[in-house]
T-cell receptor, first 113, second 108 residues
Framework: DSGVTQTPKHLITATGQRVTLRCSPRSGDLSVYWYQQSLDQGLQFLIQYYNGEERAKGNILERFSAQQFPDLHSELNLSSLELGDSALYFC????????????FGSGTQLSVL | DAKTTQPTSMDCAEGRAANLPCNHSTISGNEYVYWYRQIHSQGPQYIIHGLKNNETNEMASLIITEDRKSSTLILPHATLRDTAVYYCIASGNTPLVFGKGTRLSVIA
């Protein structure tokens, strides 16, 4: 158990819909990262937050947004969903000063039908 | 981040040492070498990292060549539960970029 909690584990929705994925980082970790893993693209970095502020942005679509709340949990919002958004979405957290030692959650499997 | 090159797949007999190579010939002085693994569709798991000295922890050993252009992850006694995709990443202070990794199959 990494200590990072992601909900829900599975999500099935239709094209055009909007969903929210939730992540609770390990206790004390200030950084939260979101990654997308699809069969053809591998693990893709989406976005990083540090103590409520956006720190780094990767290959995140404009239809996607994220935020980190004062209690440090984070949410990834995906809107106008397309079939190609079907993927595993992972959240990870890291301790201060250890930006590359990430602890990953078990992921949310999103299926867009 | 420096580009890394890993074999697509490897096999290892159960109980033997698994040696996973990684080439990072363009690594810069402030970039660390990180190893992660992903078992089936679980979240990636941190294994070990190092800068220029060899490192060992309860999971594995990391051997980095003196010129830092390549490294080897060693699992000393591989078990079936070590079957996974292993990612080698050379990174400075930026979010990690995962490549395709090496699919290690441990065979009974």
């Amino acid at each position: 158990d990494s200590g990072v909690t992601q909900t829900p584990k599975h999500l099935i929705t239709a094209t055009g819909q909007r969903v929210t994925l939730r992540c609770s980082p390990r206790s004390g970790d200030l950084s939260v990262y979101w990654y997308q893993q699809s069969l053809d693209q591998g693990l893709q970095f989406l976005i990083q937050y540090y103590n409520g502020e956006e720190r780094a942005k990767g290959n995140i679509l404009e239809r996607f947004s994220a935020q980190q709340f004062p209690d440090l949990h984070s949410e990834l919002n995906l809107s106008s969903l397309e079939l190609g958004d079907s993927a595993l979405y992972f959240c990870a957290s890291s301790a201060q000063g250890e930006n590359e030692k990430l602890f990953f959650g078990s992921g949310t499997q999103l299926s867009v039908l | 981040d420096a580009k890394t090159t890993q074999p697509t797949s490897m096999d290892c007999a159960e109980g033997r040492a698994a040696n996973l190579p990684c080439n990072h010939s363009t690594i810069s002085g402030n970039e660390y070498v990180y190893w992660y693994r992903q078992i089936h569709s679980q979240g990636p798991q941190y294994i070990i990292h190092g800068l220029k000295n060899n490192e060992t922890n309860e999971m594995a050993s990391l051997i980095i060549t003196e010129d830092r252009k390549s490294s080897t992850l060693i699992l000393p006694h591989a078990t079936l539960r070590d079957t996974a995709v292993y990612y080698c990443i050379a990174s400075g202070n930026t979010p990690l970029v995962f490549g395709k990794g090496t699919r290690l199959s441990v065979i009974a």
